[in-house]
């Protein structure tokens, strides 16, 4: 051991040896012992090691034969190094659950404890990859939603036993003491018990009748903690132990929605599988180019090449598009149902939104309610073509992340618009934000609309043209910008038709976009601020975007290209009382340049008018 | 600045590039007159625009020139306020204040403000703030 090493264990307050060792006291008095991960991970473990450093090894392998013949040997080699340091992190990681903190310690030559205080905690994501569901294991991440950093704030557990990953989530989010032992097995009232529960079981039209506003199948106002917490809403639940909500006894879960076979129609137009397609193409031809196999030595493949050459130019066409659109799709929908199998929502009685959902690599994320502010309905144009939707949750610390997952704050994968809108107004307990209507933004934003589609691609074709015919640019540049020209136009009208706010059940509901439309209900107590961004041309048109800021999700929530004076008066409903008194002219919006221009001398105070709400 | 840069670069292209001496000096001349245009026009465009206010429950700026924004911020929702001074505020006696929420997408920014009004301002915002109490989310 070098110097550097005796030096990371001083500052990491622990030798080497303590790992795993005697109970540490904690300020509070208290003893809690130090955990390991599960003992299986002694097979994981050293697995992992070896598949990731596969390449090397091989590498290895084959440098090694090269030169003196000890190939085999140096590679052989490699491999136990790998298989020891693949050992040696079960016995170096320990892990504990204090009152206020959840603490890992890990590495060898580099010590660290990461440290996370118990109420910072957002998430829990436990996911089980193929091998880890053979031996009975899931992974464990804490996000504390550090939304700022990629990797950053997120606690790894890998792995433990599943019934123990559930009394840790329970441990975690729902706050309550860990009971008594902690062994205890049969404890497991956790979602991971998928048995129970057909898909498609009667998730929905559950909520106690008196509720239901009639005539509207989505439910009616029905506040989140009543619907946990009411006797009568726990007969969708999965869970047969009985029902003491806020006691330490299990956590009962009420379903909200399940997985249909029938949505895996969706599949299909979920456009997922183009990555899929890409990625196997990139690797097809990437084995045929490096191993010089030549494709067409192969019988059926030269058939076909063939049969393909001889056909006519637009059934090669017709051929070759129909092919990737089946390719695309199938593709599509087996990533729909390795993902999104067996998926479920639902909620706990300890104000816990929960998912679950994987054919064979499962997921579950838990999301703490008090973190929700607001919910998405996301409808990608083909989805929204055959009408489906998929929600995606606005919460604080759990920043939109990309691809199918959404970085953990999908809510319902693809699935009927009327399904969507129920879950979500049963996830944020009122109705209106996703049903009400909208309203336009006027002829103003429209002109708007064709203008910007209009000048981007006039533009573009106009200077592909002058390329073309300076600098010898080929000539389908800008024929092709040309004719794109067309599309945009009904997308163009599209956009606006898209474009629509309002303020209902104490939401902010704005809806923008046309090839993923997106209609977003943001909680008015989940508004920090606002921003009103009016560019050049704006100004000239008299609209404005107003933009209100919140900690959740995208940061911001954009009302597009509304009337300046409608943008003011939806500000000052969003959070009465703050515009007031920056307000000149409040209570008789003027058409006059600017509108109610802002008070606008830099003295704090200026204005001292009663901050009551006024409309406009 | 960023003309000034691109003003140098043209020259030293039309010095080394010893053909079309005229294209080059057309465009180098139009640069020049837009460097100026936008030199002499976009600061008195600035200053007119921009403007702040606080009150005691909101802090409130305006800010842009071709692109303008208007961004409000209640004092209960305040993060963090900073106040920098660049090498160039320092020489002129001014400095930045920045106040952020926990949304990040909407820091609240006031440029060029005299060192005691500042001084003033964050006092007053930092006073107004330690009142409120929450995570502010």
């Known amino acids: 051991m070098t110097a550097m090493d005796d030096t990371t264990d001083a500052l990491g307050g622990e030798p080497a040896d303590a790992v795993g060792g005697g109970p540490v006291a904690e300020p509070g008095g208290e003893l809690v012992q130090w955990r390991r991960l599960s003992r299986r991970m002694l097979v994981i473990h050293p697995f992992q090691e070896v598949v990731r450093s596969a390449p090397a090894l091989i590498g290895l392998l084959f440098a090694g034969s090269t030169q003196g013949g000890h190939g085999h040997l140096w590679s052989l080699a490699g491999l136990g190094i790998m298989l020891l340091i693949g050992t040696l992190r079960w016995f170096t990681t320990t892990y504990r659950v204090t009152p206020q903190y959840v603490q890992v310690r890990k590495g060898l030559l580099r010590r660290q404890v990461l440290t996370v205080p118990r109420d910072r905690i957002r998430t829990v994501d436990v996911t089980s990859h193929v091998l880890h569901r053979l031996l009975g294991l899931s992974r464990v991440e804490v996000g504390t939603g550090r939304s700022d950093r990629k990797d950053g704030g997120t606690l790894k557990l890998d792995a433990l036993h599943t019934h123990e990953v559930d009394r840790l989530r329970d441990e975690l989010l729902h706050r309550r003491p860990a009971p008594a032992s902690a062994a205890a097995a049969s404890v497991a009232p956790g979602p991971v018990a998928l048995d129970s529960v057909a898909p498609g079981s009667a998730a929905l039209g559950t909520v106690a009748p008196g509720s239901v506003v009639p005539g509207s199948v989505a439910s009616g106002p029905v506040a989140p903690g009543s619907v946990a917490g009411s006797p009568h809403a726990g007969a969708t639940a999965t869970s047969e132990m009985d029902v003491h909500p806020g006691t330490a006894g299990p956590m009962t879960e009420v379903e909200l929605t399940a997985l249909r076979p029938a949505w895996i129609r969706f599949g299909p137009f979920t456009l997922s599988g183009v990555v899929t397609v890409g990625v196997l193409a990139g690797f097809i031809s990437r084995i045929v180019s490096e191993g010089n196999v030549d494709l067409l030595s192969i019988g059926p493949v030269r058939q076909v090449v063939d049969s393909f050459n001889q056909g006519a130019l637009w059934l090669r066409i017709t051929g070759s598009v129909a092919t990737l659109v089946i390719f695309v799709a199938i593709a599509s929908t087996l990533g729909y149902v390795l993902a999104f199998w067996r998926f479920r929502l639902t909620r706990t009685t300890g104000g816990t939104l929960h998912v679950t959902r994987g054919l064979i690599t499962t997921r579950a994320t838990t999301l703490e309610e008090r973190r929700l502010r607001g919910i998405e309905v996301s409808e990608p144009l083909l989805l929204r073509a055959v009408g489906g939707a998929r929600l995606i949750a606005v919460a604080t610390g759990l920043r939109v992340g990309l691809g199918a997952q959404r970085g953990g704050s999908m809510l319902l994968p693809p699935a009927p618009l009327a399904e969507a809108q129920n879950v979500a107004a049963r996830v944020i307990g009122v109705s209106e934000p996703l049903t009400a209507d909208l309203l336009p933004h006027g002829p103003a934003a429209l002109r708007r609309r064709f203008t910007r589609a209009l000048a981007v691609w006039g533009t573009l074709t106009a200077a592909l043209l002058a390329l073309s015919y300076w600098a010898g640019f080929p000539a389908w540049t800008w024929q092709t910008a040309l004719v794109l020209t067309v599309p945009a136009m009904p997308l163009a009208a599209d956009r606006y038709r898209s474009l629509g706010h309002t303020i209902s059940g104490g939401h902010l509901v704005t809806r923008w976009g046309s090839v993923v439309r997106r209609r977003v209900a943001l909680d008015r107590d989940g508004i920090i601020g606002w921003n009103l961004r009016r560019s050049f041309f704006q100004r000239r048109a008299g609209l404005a975007t107003l933009t209100a800021t919140t900690a959740a999700g995208r940061q911001g929530y954009s009302v597009w290209d509304v009337d300046l004076a409608e943008a003011l008066r939806t500000a000052d409903q969003g959070i009465p009382g703050l515009l007031t008194p920056f307000l000149v002219s409040a209570g008789q919006p003027s058409e006059a340049a600017g509108g109610p221009a802002p008070a606008s001398l830099p003295m704090p105070a200026q204005v001292e008018g009663p901050l009551a709400h006024r409309d406009a | ?137």
């Open chain 2, 1 to 137: 600045m960023g003309w000034l840069v691109l003003i140098a670069l043209q020259v030293v292209w039309t010095v080394l590039d010893g053909g079309n001496r005229t294209a080059h000096i057309t465009v180098l001349a139009i640069t020049v007159a837009l460097a100026v245009t936008h030199v002499t026009v976009m600061p008195w465009w600035r200053y007119r625009v921009h403007r702040w206010e606080t009150t005691a429950d909101a802090v409130y700026t305006q800010s842009g020139w071709l692109q303008q924004e208007w961004r409000i911020a209640p004092i209960s929702r305040i993060q963090t306020v900073d106040s920098e001074r660049g090498p160039l505020e320092q020489l002129f006696g001014l400095v930045n204040v920045t106040v952020t929420t926990a949304s990040a997408a909407g820091p609240l920014r006031v440029h060029g403000l005299d060192r005691k009004t500042a001084q003033r301002l964050v006092d007053e915002l930092t006073a107004n703030t330690q009142a409120t109490t929450g995570d502010a989310t």
